[in-house]
């Protein structure tokens, strides 16, 4: 489809289908979290932690996101997007249909399939964020990127119940739920149309082509993002083991807890739209602080075996991580001229998902020597502190930015012009 001019307002419809598309990240990261005890049980033996099964999607994103990020600047959004959500479909079933000796001896196997999951939702992830940037300006602009989590929170409460249900049945029934791409890429073929830029930012893109990333800008949003996927993903994946520690195993049971606790992530997104007029050094180290609450929370519950109090804890974790991910997302994005929007996208999506993607081996590597279950509790509230402290210093370092900037509001969450 040859490109067509980007028109001044988009209805709805591309825009529910680009929020309906960035759900399957969710769905590659939290269907499995109610059966994680399980599979620990089943790759008992592997030296690999069975967490690396749910974060080794991220992986791949972090890998190629920002080559994901160059091809959509330089050849479209649109059927790179398409050709994405089909792979999608096949490699994410793939561990359900394929005959149970392939994937159930070892782990080896099913990472594989893991890492093809996270090479489609690279490009999904890009491909989504880069066309709600392309097709909404302004205010709308905005409010889509916070419905974007809104959407994938909310997605994710389901994704994790509907996980738990399908894993009374066995680890492997899970993954028949990524067939849901191929619901959503038949009207997606037929709606959404390849963008160009208008004639303000086709001059943006000749004046910026050849022009070096903007690491000045992007430099700080991507390293504390790196930090943020990090602590996003200790919280959604470690919360199962914390509620077998404290006797609670049955996965549809986990699978509930577990989505009642991130419905607090799609009340922090809601929040952002409300408190976007703030800036990123007031957002980033509330939501830091929040997130990093409900870890030490946690932690403590946990310890003294009160179910409830590690509920709370995870509710309010839950709460900061929605804030957390538009604040990282626009502070990084939002400000950045048509010609560098995908390669910056491309980069903020590498820098969550290699987060992500590190998270269990950071968890292992603090329980080193130490029996895992046992060990969780004071692992999550050491997070929780370093989440605190992290905090404080974007508080420093986002105030000196700002300063160094010729108008402080270029640090506002809203741009002064989309």
Request: net charge neutral; hydrophobic share 55%.
């Amino acid at each position: 489809m040859p490109p067509t001019p980007t028109p001044p307002s988009r209805g709805a419809l591309p825009g529910v289908l680009l929020l309906a598309g960035s759900c399957l990240s969710a769905l590659a990261a939290v269907l499995l979290a109610p059966v994680l005890p399980q599979l620990q049980e089943q790759f008992a033996s592997s030296p690999l932690p069975p967490a690396l099964i749910l974060s080794a999607p991220a992986l791949m994103i972090a890998l190629f996101a920002p080559f994901a990020g160059q091809i959509v600047d330089r050849t479209g959004r649109r059927n790179l997007l398409l050709v994405a959500m089909v792979v999608y479909a096949v490699v994410g079933t793939a561990v359900a249909w394929l005959p149970e000796r392939l994937v159930s001896g070892s782990i080896a196997p099913v990472l594989v399939l893991r890492l093809l999951v996270g090479l489609a939702e690279a490009a999904i992830m890009t491909c989504c964020t880069t066309l709600i940037a392309d097709y909404y300006r302004g205010d709308r602009r905005n409010r889509y990127l916070g419905l974007q989590t809104v959407f994938t929170t909310i997605a994710a409460t389901i994704f994790i119940v509907v996980g738990g249900v399908l894993g009374a049945s066995g680890w492997r029934a899970p993954f028949w739920a990524y067939a849901l791409s191929i619901v959503i890429v038949v009207p997606m073929f037929f709606v959404l149309d390849e963008p160009a830029p208008d004639e303000t930012e086709r001059a943006a893109e000749l004046a910026a082509a050849g022009r070096p990333i903007p690491w000045r800008t992007l430099g700080l949003p991507l390293v504390t993002t790196v930090f943020g996927g990090f602590a996003f993903f200790v919280l959604l994946s470690q919360s199962a083991l914390v509620y077998s520690g404290v006797g609670i195993t049955d996965p549809q049971q986990i699978g509930l807890l577990t989505a009642g606790a991130s419905v607090a992530t799609a009340v922090g997104s809601i929040a952002f739209a409300r408190l976007a007029r703030f800036t990123a050094k007031v957002l980033l180290p509330a939501a830091l602080g929040v997130l990093g609450a409900g870890l030490v929370l946690m932690w403590l519950m946990a310890v003294a075996g009160v179910v409830p109090g590690v509920v709370a804890g995870a509710v309010l974790g839950s709460l900061g991580s929605g804030l957390l991910l538009p604040t990282m997302l626009v502070w990084a994005v939002g400000r950045l001229a048509f010609a560098e929007r995908g390669r910056a996208t491309g980069l903020w999506t590498a820098a969550f998902f290699l987060g992500q993607f590190v998270s269990p081996l950071i968890v292992q590597a603090v329980q080193a020597g130490a029996e895992p279950v046992a060990s969780l509790p004071p692992a999550l509230g050491a997070i929780g502190l370093a989440c605190g402290a992290v905090g404080v210093v974007l508080l420093v370092a986002v105030r000196r930015e700002s300063l160094s900037e010729e108008h402080d509001e270029d640090l506002a969450i809203e741009p002064a012009a989309a």
